[in-house]
């Protein structure tokens, strides 16, 4: 259940050389476009074939904060905290570089030449839209087909393939860059959650 709400959020074609070296400059700037921002937020549209949920994310680094409809998640760099109305308690986790990837796609696409390999797929006048195909058979999103907006390098859509063959679609807008942020933007915020919700450590 948790696999199917969270973002997931930042992948077989055969190509010529010149194709690839044009996808790892795409992505290069892609993720320099985010690397280069103190933070970036955006609201976003979350499907599947299951659910359809809507929400925001705001990131800084590997630092993210994921509020949706059920579901809520906070990362400070090394401590987890996922809410979800199915289990309804809080649960704190430390979680490998795979969960956080699942939970926020950005991360994968931050790391794309180390697990992904990108190819170039279409380039129209607004878009790029560049593949990324798994490496390793095991990671959970075998491949992500990113829409990537030519003035910015932001992210328009992400369509990932998970490891069971279903698809999410993640669809982000209104992007905000250099927000002015609190300190505990990233640390689990008990008013985002109902009264008397329990707390499970994990750990």
Same mark, same amino acid.
């Given at each position: 259940?948790?696999?199917?709400?969270?973002?997931?959020?930042?992948?077989?074609?055969?190509?010529?050389? $010149?194709?690839?070296?044009?996808?790892?400059?795409? @992505?290069?700037?892609?993720? *320099?476009? #985010?690397?280069?921002?103190?933070?970036? *937020?955006?609201?976003?549209?979350?499907?599947?074939?299951?659910?359809?949920?809507?929400?925001?994310?705001? @990131? *800084?680094? @590997?630092?993210?904060?994921?509020?949706?409809?059920?579901?809520? $998640?906070?990362?400070?760099?090394?401590?987890?905290?996922? #809410?979800?109305?199915?289990?309804?308690?809080?649960?704190?986790?430390?979680?490998?570089?795979?969960?956080?990837?699942?939970?926020?796609?950005?991360?994968?696409?931050?790391?794309?030449?180390?697990?992904?390999?990108?190819?170039?797929?279409?380039?129209?006048?607004?878009?790029?839209?560049?593949?990324?195909?798994?490496?390793?058979? #095991?990671?959970?999103?075998?491949?992500?087909?990113?829409?990537?907006?030519?003035?910015?390098?932001?992210?328009?859509?992400?369509?990932?393939?998970?490891?069971?063959?279903?698809?999410?679609?993640?669809?982000?807008?209104? #992007?905000?860059?250099?927000?002015?942020?609190?300190? *505990?933007?990233?640390?689990?915020?008990?008013?985002?959650?109902?009264?008397?919700?329990?707390?499970?450590?994990?750990?």
């Amino acid at each position: 259940m948790k696999n199917k709400i969270i973002i997931s959020i930042a992948f077989m074609f055969v190509v010529f050389v $010149c194709g690839a070296q044009n996808a790892n400059t795409i @992505m290069n700037k892609v993720v *320099s476009s #985010y690397t280069s921002a103190k933070n970036v *937020s955006a609201d976003f549209e979350l499907s599947s074939s299951q659910f359809k949920v809507k929400g925001n994310i705001v @990131m *800084s680094g @590997m630092k993210f904060r994921i509020l949706a409809g059920g579901f809520s $998640c906070w990362y400070d760099g090394t401590t987890q905290w996922v #809410y979800t109305t199915a289990t309804k308690e809080v649960n704190v986790l430390e979680p490998t570089s795979e969960d956080l990837e699942v939970s926020n796609p950005y991360l994968a696409v931050m790391k794309y030449d180390t697990n992904y390999k990108a190819v170039m797929k279409s380039n129209t006048a607004k878009s790029y839209v560049v593949e990324m195909v798994a490496k390793n058979s #095991y990671v959970d999103m075998s491949k992500i087909l990113l829409t990537i907006d030519k003035n910015t390098y932001q992210i328009k859509e992400a369509v990932a393939t998970m490891a069971d063959n279903s698809t999410q679609v993640i669809k982000f807008s209104k #992007y905000v860059v250099n927000a002015k942020l609190s300190g *505990s933007t990233f640390v689990f915020d008990s008013k985002a959650v109902p009264s008397g919700t329990p707390v499970i450590d994990l750990r």
